[in-house]
C-alpha cells in the first residue's frame, strides 16, 4: 500500500504541464515502469517473495509488460533524474554509481546485488521524493492529479482502501500531513514501510 502511494505521487512529481503527445506519453509509461518495478525489486527480499512475484502488478501496466534488467530500471531512473534540476541531489551519487556499474557490466545486478546500497538508494528516493512534494508541488495547480494518480493506483490496492483514499478529505489529510511534518511522512513511509534508517538517522547510516 505504502508503495504504491509512494509510486503515486512520485510519478505526480514526474509529470509535466499540459497534454502529452505521443512521444511523451510513452516516455511516461517508461518511468512508471522503471519507478514500479524498482520498488518491487528493491523490497523483494523484505517480503519473501521473488523478484517475480514482487514485479507482478507492474507488468499490468501499458508499456511494462516485460521485466526489466537492474541496468535498465537504474538507466531509466537516472535519466529523469538527471532532468530534475538538483531536486533529488541525495538520491543521485548512489544511483550514478550503479550507473557506472552497469556501463562496465549490462547485466550487473544494481539493485539486488548489495543490499545496503540498494536500501539507501530506495531511502533517499522517499526523502527526496517527499521534500520536493512538501516544498514545490503543494500550492502547484498540478496538485488535482493526485486524485487521477491515486485513481490509477486502485488496480493494485484492496478495494476497501481505494475508497477510503478517494473519500473528499483524505486527500486533504494526506497533504496537510506533507505540510506539517516531512520527517513524520519520511517514517511513516520510509521507516515502518521500508526498513530506513530513522529520519535523524538517514544521513549518518546512509
Known amino acids: 500500500m505504502l508503495r504504491t502511494i509512494l509510486i503515486s505521487l ?5 509529470s509535466r504541464a499540459g497534454p502529452l503527445d505521443t512521444l511523451e506519453n510513452a516516455y511516461s509509461k517508461a518511468v512508471e515502469c522503471a519507478v514500479c518495478q524498482f520498488f518491487g525489486a ?3 527480499g523484505k517480503t519473501g517473495a521473488s523478484r517475480a512475484e514482487s514485479i507482478a502488478h507492474c507488468l499490468r501496466f501499458e508499456g511494462c509488460e516485460q521485466q526489466q534488467s537492474d541496468c535498465e530500471i537504474v ?3 537516472h535519466s529523469e ?3 530534475m534540476d538538483g531536486k533529488f541531489g541525495n538520491a543521485k551519487p548512489v544511483i550514478e554509481n550503479a550507473v557506472s ?3 562496465e557490466n549490462p547485466k550487473a545486478l544494481v539493485i539486488g546485488e548489495d543490499p545496503s546500497s540498494t536500501q539507501c538508494m530506495l531511502c533517499f528516493l522517499v526523502y527526496d521524493v517527499l521534500k520536493y ?3 514545490n508541488i503543494l500550492e502547484n495547480p498540478m496538485l488535482a492529479d493526485v486524485k487521477v494518480a491515486l485513481e490509477s493506483a486502485c488496480i493494485l490496492l484492496n478495494e476497501d482502501l481505494c475508497q477510503a483514499l478517494l473519500q473528499p478529505d483524505s486527500l486533504g489529510a494526506i497533504i496537510r500531513g506533507l505540510q506539517d511534518s516531512l520527517g513524520g511522512f519520511y517514517d511513516l513511509i ?3 514501510g521500508f526498513g530506513c534508517p530513522a529520519y535523524n538517522d538517514l544521513f549518518g547510516k546512509c
Open 75 to 77: 538507466a531509466t531512473l
Open 101 to 103: 556499474k552497469c556501463a
Open 42 to 44: 528493491s523490497t523483494a
Open 10 to 14: 512520485f510519478l505526480l512529481n514526474l
Open 133 to 135: 512534494i512538501n516544498y
Open 190 to 192: 520510509a521507516v515502518q
Open 81 to 83: 533524474i538527471e532532468k
